[in-house]
Structure formats: C-alpha cells, structure tokens
C-alpha cells in the first residue's frame, strides 16, 4: 500500500499567515501539522508515499525531505493549481500504479492514528473506505448517507440540506478502482474533480464502499480557531521537560517543555506549555496552551492560549490570547489600545502595541 498526501492547498482561511508560508507548515506545539500525518501513515506500515505539492512545493520539499528521517521514501508530485482531491488522484496515477492507496489531507488532524482502518481495508477489500464523524454543520463538508446496515450509499459535497450530519473526515482508502471512477469526472459546479463524485460513482457502479465512524478527535485546521484547539489538544498530551536554562526566579507549573538552548529568566510558565530551542523569555507570564517556536524573545509580557511561530519578538505587551502570530514578528507596546489583543499577523510584521 501507499499514501498519497495532499499539501497543495493555498491556505486561504489562515491569511495572511499562508501568504507567505504553506498552510501544512503551520506548527502544532511547534511541530508541522503535516508531520503529525506522516508519522501516522508511517505508523501505519506505509513506506511510499507521494506527496502532491503546489505554489509552495519549494518550503514543503526543504522541510520534509527525502522523508527518511520518518521512515519514509517520499516522491513530491507537481500540481499546477489545487484543482480538487480527485485531481490529486488523477494527476498521481502513474505514481499509484495499480496499488492499494491512503489519501491523506495535509492539513488534518486525526487522535488515534489510521492503522486499524488500514488494517480493516486490507483485510475486507473494498472499492473504497472513507473515515466519518458527526459534526454540528454538515454543510461545511462532505456528507455521506448510510443505509439501515451501515453501508454507504450517497455522498454530497457541502449539501445545502444534508441528508445526514456525518462528514467526511480528510482521510480516504481506496483500491485502483477509484482511477475509473475519476477518469470519468467533469468538473462540478466549484470547477474542481471531487473525490465525492467519484465515490458516488463507485457507488453506482456497485463497487463497495465502506466507511468508519470515528469516534476519536478530528480537526481539519484550515483556519485560526481550529488551528489553536488542535494545538491545545496536543499540549494536553505533554510530557514535562526542561533542557534549557531555567533561573531560580521562574516558575514551572504543570506540563512544561523547555527545548534545549532556551532561556527563561524570572518568568513563570503555567502548562501546558512549550518553549522551543533557542528562545529566550524574561520577566512575562506564558499561560497555558501556548506554543512558543525557536528563536523568539519575549519580554516584559503576557501570552497564553496562542502559537508563536520561529523568531518573533514580543516586548511590553500587557496581554496577548487566542493568538496567531507569523515568522519574524515583532509586536511592542503602542498607545490608546485595549488591555487585551487578540492577533493574527504575517509573516515579517512589525506591529507596535499599547501595554
């Protein structure tokens, strides 16, 4: 089996942080949220993996690699615009050959891992298996419709009226005869190839097509909101670890992790929390759920529930929450502002704040 991970998306709903860095990049308590599904896929058994990337093919391919640091043999695979998921699969085909696949979005996070859904596909062999869970809003996602027995007979892609309240999580199984179903696509009413459309087609073809309801934490983390409740949850998860310099002034409370090369000076950290390699805090307050990457300092401030990306610099900042906050930021004190901010700043700005 392989796996086909899809990192071609634009990111729109995390402007202006994707203007200038890939969405799958974002970090979760400082790791890309598109490694948590390699690591997954890799749990999994699954040693080839290809990997389709677009505008921003050239910050993805640096960061993962050749893909042997995590078990993995990694082919990037160009797509000229994010065309849809069944495009993906199209684009893909002389890569898949005629192999079994895991189709995995790079921006989705999944507790619990996917090797007993792939362990359950190649047992049964299906056409196809796609993973489900109950959401409040269906019309936000892909929505399937199960019969009295469970077996999946309908999809709709963001339905105005869904027939059911189970959404199509970001994770898909499928057999190669999904390359007959997305060779027989048009393009829908969006303009793209929908992965729904060629389930359904497989349907209709009397292909099986089983599902899984997961009953585990998912969160597609296409936007800010989404993006701090994953990395809250993984924070939760921490083991504590201090490896950096911490003086007899500070205070560690709870799960804290200090990376190695960091500094905290008379500064008290409530955790969940994490520090990365090469940080230096002194004299704030960093509360809980707070992800702080390499390289940044800060200073004379308070932060908690948000994510700092690498080598921003916050100074004399009263309060900072709910936060995202790009590369090479600089945020310091401005006059005449609320107490409280909540931010969500690109890459490279400078914005000035009154404490």
């Known amino acids: 089996m392989k796996a086909l991970v899809l990192a071609g998306g634009a990111g729109t709903r995390l402007r202006p942080i ?15 949220v598109l ?59 002389d890569y898949l050959g005629d192999d079994d696949f895991v189709m995995y979005l790079g921006d989705n996070f999944i507790v619990g891992g996917i090797n007993g859904v792939v362990e359950g596909f190649a047992r049964e062999r299906p056409a196809a298996h796609i993973m489900l869970t109950r959401v409040g809003d269906p ?18 892609e963001k339905p105005p009226v869904p027939k059911s309240d189970l959404a199509l999580v970001g994770v898909y ?43 585990g934490y998912w969160k597609d983390t296409g936007n800010v909101t989404d993006m701090l409740e994953v990395n809250r949850l993984v924070l939760e998860s921490l083991e504590p670890r201090v ?3 911490v003086d007899g002034a500070s205070q560690l409370i ?36 707070t992800s702080i990457a390499a390289g940044c300092a800060i200073s004379g401030s308070e932060i908690e529930y948000s994510i700092v990306l690498p080598r921003s610099s916050i100074a004399g900042v009263s309060r900072i929450e709910a936060s995202l906050i790009g590369h090479d930021v600089e945020v310091t004190p401005a006059p005449n502002t609320p107490r409280a901010h909540r931010l969500v700043l690109g890459d490279h700005s400078k914005v000035q704040i009154s404490s």
């Open 18 to 32: 994707t203007h200038t860095s890939a969405k799958q990049l974002v970090p979760v308590a400082n790791k890309p």
């Open 35 to 93: 490694f948590y599904g390699l690591e997954a896929i890799a749990a999994a058994g699954i040693r080839e993996i290809g990997i389709v990337v677009g505008d921003t093919h050239a910050e993805i391919e640096a960061a993962v690699g050749d893909g042997r640091e995590l078990g993995l043999e990694v082919t990037y695979i160009r797509q000229r615009a994010p065309l849809g998921l069944a495009h993906a699969v199209l684009i893909a085909r």
């Open 139 to 156: 019309r936000q996602f892909g929505v399937a419709e199960l019969d009295e027995a469970g077996r999946v007979i309908g999809l709709e």
């Open 173 to 215: 199984l499928f057999s190669a005869a999904i390359h007959e179903a997305v060779a027989e696509l048009k393009p829908s009413g969006r303009g793209e190839l929908e992965i729904t459309d060629a389930i359904h087609w497989l349907i209709a073809d009397g292909r099986p097509v089983a599902s899984t309801v997961i009953s």
């Open 243 to 245: 490896d950096g310099l």
């Open 254 to 289: 709870g799960r804290v992790v200090v990376e190695a090369g960091a500094e905290i000076e008379r500064s008290r950290i409530v955790g969940p929390a994490i520090i990365g390699s090469g940080a230096r805090i002194r004299d704030s307050y960093i509360g809980p759920f």
